[in-house]
């Protein structure tokens, strides 16, 4: 019997274990903010996170991190001369944001028309569990054929990816010879579209800012000094207006946005339904979806301090505020993308206002080596796992700073970033949702590439 024939049907039988694993994972609220969840929470999750991989062949720890959180780190060697494949996921998750818009308890794993709905269920418990699920089905293979496993495995899966602390990167930059590897798995991205096998090869770094116009000592009355008192809400709104055009193209003055996505297509109407975009709203920018998405920097401004509607008074304010996330495509330095930005918001403050200007830490892009034998087996692997003629490859908007520190203490590695992910899923969202059949195909493409890699 094939590899393949052996395989399938061993998921397929190892299901609803690996459900009853996801229903357990999504049920502990594994936030990694104590404000919001106690810390006692994210360790149940670690240890169960643990247990679990260790029952599944690869003896795992927890090993505390610099931010105070644990990872789950664990190793089964290979035979000798074999390559060595590390598997990343995270267990921690966002918080379900409004309770009320769940149609279901965001903590308890539910199934509605075919989908599995809860939080963490696709981002990234849906990844822990086909990682389980690819490695049980390699040790019945073993066990069935009598011959071992051919690679090595590493697991690592970190409990603060979410909050963005840098817990895992702190710990692998301290111990940059601690986690050898030949091949990366980063099981946190997705598929462009259900049933269609996806590597992520592209990520954005930031380049984020924060901006404050001051034009008064203290706020005025707008009947006795409107029209004449410079309003910085006003100033504020006019400086934003800088940097787009019409269109939606940024226009930050000296960065280049003609970047182009060679990459997966990405239909307007399948983006525009993702998105929810409203009827008779337009897609902004130039150039087709993906090349705004993947190839181009993009800036959105993500807040606004003045006062509220409700708190609204007659006055002419002394201040506003925003902050401002630029996403930076692979290929763009983001401390210069930074500079440019400052330098454009700056050289655009209206009516003389007092500007004050603070950067956050830029965050780099990253860019997959695509030309490796692992990214070649990984591909041939998917496709048949998923059934359809090729896996193909796509950027994510979102940041990983994770990558570029595996990269760094593995220089010659191949890192390639998939997951059960889907723009069904609605992750990060309320009613965040997994298709069983992703995890399926997931665990089985990851099993047949464990098994063949080694030639």
Request: aromatic share 4%.
């Amino acid at each position: 019997m094939s590899e393949v024939g052996m395989l399938r049907p061993t998921i397929k039988g190892l299901m609803p274990r690996a459900l009853d694993e996801l229903a357990q994972l999504v049920a502990i609220p594994s936030v990694a903010d104590e404000a919001l969840v106690p810390h006692e929470t994210l360790v149940r999750a670690a240890e169960l996170t643990r247990d679990l991989f260790t029952e599944a062949g690869v003896p795992c720890e927890l090993v505390p991190t610099p931010d105070g959180t644990d990872a789950v780190i664990g190793h089964l060697p290979g035979p000798d001369g074999a390559p060595t494949v590390l598997l990343y996921a995270h267990y921690d998750v966002q918080p379900p944001l409004d309770e009320a818009a769940w149609t279901t308890p965001p903590f308890e794993l539910t199934e509605r028309d075919g989908r599995l709905y809860g939080r963490g269920s696709a981002d990234c418990k849906g990844n822990i569990v086909a990682h389980l699920t690819a490695l049980r089905g390699l040790r019945t293979w073993s066990e069935t054929t009598g011959r071992p496993i051919p690679v090595g495995i590493r697991v690592v899966v970190e409990g603060s990816e979410e909050q963005g602390t840098g817990g895992l990167e702190h710990h692998l930059l301290a111990h940059p010879d601690a986690y050898p590897a030949d091949v990366v798995l980063v099981a946190d991205a997705g598929n462009v579209a259900a049933g269609q096998p996806t590597l992520t090869v592209s990520l954005r770094g930031t380049a984020d800012v924060e901006v404050e116009l001051r034009t008064l000592a203290g706020p005025l009355h707008s009947g006795a000094y409107g029209g004449a008192a410079p309003d910085p809400v006003a100033a504020l709104v006019a400086l934003l207006a800088t940097l787009r055009d019409a269109d939606g193209v940024v226009t930050v003055d000296g960065l280049d946005t003609s970047g182009t996505w060679d990459g997966a297509p990405y239909d307007v109407a399948t983006f525009r339904s993702d998105a929810a975009i409203l009827f008779g709203v337009r897609v902004t920018g130039s150039g087709t979806v993906a090349d705004a998405l993947w190839a181009r920097p993009a800036l959105t401004i993500t807040g606004i301090d003045v006062p509220s509607v409700a708190n609204a008074v007659n006055a002419v304010q002394a201040s506003a505020r925003a902050r401002l996330n630029l996403r930076v495509p692979p290929g763009m330095d983001p401390a210069a993308v930074q500079d440019l930005l400052v330098a454009h918001l700056e050289r655009h403050v209206p009516w003389g206002a007092h500007a004050t200007i603070v950067r956050d830490v830029p965050g780099s892009p990253f860019l997959a080596r695509t030309d490796g034998p692992g990214f070649a087996a990984l591909s041939d692997a998917l496709a048949e796992a998923y059934g359809v003629e090729r896996t193909v490859t796509s950027g994510q908007g979102g940041s990983i700073p994770l990558c570029n520190v595996l990269q760094q203490v593995n220089p010659g590695a191949e890192i390639v970033l998939m997951g059960c992910e889907e723009p069904a899923s609605l992750i990060h969202a309320p009613n965040e949702s997994v298709d069983p059949a992703e995890i399926e195909a997931l665990a089985l493409g990851e099993a047949l590439f464990l098994l063949r890699l080694a030639g």
